[in-house]
Structures are given as C-alpha cells and as structure tokens.
C-alpha cells in the first residue's frame, strides 16, 4: 500500500503492527487522535476536509472567478472528467486537439484548483467549434457553467473571421440552452456499437496513407466545407489505431 497522506501511513502502521506482533486477541482496535477542523487546512489541497470544501464553495461569488487559459495538463483533467461522465474520449485525442490549436482551452480555477473548462477551436479563423465543456461536479448548479458556456462563445467569436460558422457537439437535455445562445440545430446523429466479427473485406476499402492526403484532404474540404489539414493529418495517423477509406477508381468516396 501506498498511503496519500500522514493520516493514512498512521492507519497502515497501526495494521502493519497487528500483523507482526505475536500476540493476537480476537479483535483489535486502534484509537489515535488527528486534527481534522482546523488552521493550515488550505495547504491539504484536495485532501482538506469536506467542511473546508463547502465553506470555499459558499465563499465563492460568480464575480471572484474567472475565466482563463489552461494548460495542457488541464486538458487532461478535463478529459478524465468527461471519460468518467461516460462520453468515452480517445486516448490520444488530447494531443491532437492541443496541437491542432493550442490556445484554444478555457477553463475557471479556484485556488489554482480547475473546476470547469472547455474547448473553443479555431480552424484558421473560418470555422470554430465549442466543445469539451464540463464543470466538476461538486461545482455544478452554481451559475459558473453558465458563465463560462457565454464568455467561450464569446472568446471564439472573437478568434473567427466575421461571420464565420461556429459547431458545436450537444445533448438532448440542452437544446433549448444552445438555442437561447444562438445556435441552432443543424442536423442529428446517433452512434452505434457492435461486437467486432470477421467480414468479408470490400476491394474498395484500404487502409489510409500518407500519398492519400492530399485527396482526403479535398474531399473533407467538400464535405465539411472548411480546410483542417493540420488537425486531419493528426487525427488520421494517430498511435493504435488504423484509418480507412472507401474508394471507386480511385476516387475518395468516403
């Protein structure tokens, strides 16, 4: 075992002890005394008790917190809450947003602490996409993702050329927020999963290569309306995983 603080290597000293001496009556029981309310409780960090937590929570005015650039540790953070809420996050997406635009992730802090964050993605200035959005959630219903949902928008409006389309992936419980913000509803999609089986493989489908770029790249031109080549050539060559596509005489059909 490796305790996180000096109250727990006190618990595991006491079990470890139990364990090695020779007398051994039916129960044991271990009694200690440890300051748990008290001064200098800020310096535990996240490990400071739940009274502490709450009491920061309450001192906490929307107006005392701020919305400023994060780090890619941050993203991380971010992407391990979302991982947790089920939305089931690449493990290497992380670097290929970040190097994609590295100054496009937002986020409020207290005490140096991320509580909430975002993505607000440029593509060159004529696209923008909102995404990524999460609060903690022990700092939810308190007005701060609202606040920040607004100053994103906001931000990215500002990033884009004028009248530049902004994107945006949402949940059905939120439509009727993102329409009151401006945006919406361009089209739906439903994700699938199956387990994987053998099929039979179309001679139509193979395997993406680097002399295949500059056709994937026009033909996501196309359809996207809006050139990305630095975040595709990411995306599509990214570790443990493999890119196909579909073609007709040579021609990138999908």
Known sequence: LQPLNPYGWSKHQFDMWTEATEIQPP???????????????????KMA???????????????EITVQKISKQDLTTLIGWASQEGWNPGKYDVDVFWNTDPDGFYGCKVN????AGGAIISYNGEFGFMG?????????SK??????????????????????????DGILAMQAYYQKGGFEISFRDERYEIIGKE???SENVSTIETTD??????????????QRALFLKQWLM?????????????????
């Open 132 to 140: 990524l959005f999460i609060v903690n959630n022990q700092y939810r």
């Open 199 to 201: 099929y039979i493989l």
């Open 112 to 115: 140096n602490e991320l509580i």
């Open 213 to 226: 770029f500059n056709n994937i790249l026009q033909f996501d031109k196309t359809h996207f309306g809006f």
């Open 27 to 45: 129960n044991w029981y271990g009694l200690k005394f440890f300051n748990v309310y008290g001064y200098g409780e800020k310096n535990k960090g």
């Open 49 to 63: 008790s739940t009274v502490l937590h709450f009491y920061n929570q309450i001192k906490m005015s929307l107006e």
């Open 238 to 254: 990214m570790p443990e995983s493999k890119a196909i596509k579909y073609t007709i005489n040579d021609a990138v059909e999908g």
């Open 143 to 168: 007005g701060i993702g609202n606040k920040l949902w607004h100053k994103r928008k906001n931000m990215l409006i500002g990033r884009l050329k004028e009248n530049a389309t902004i994107g945006m």
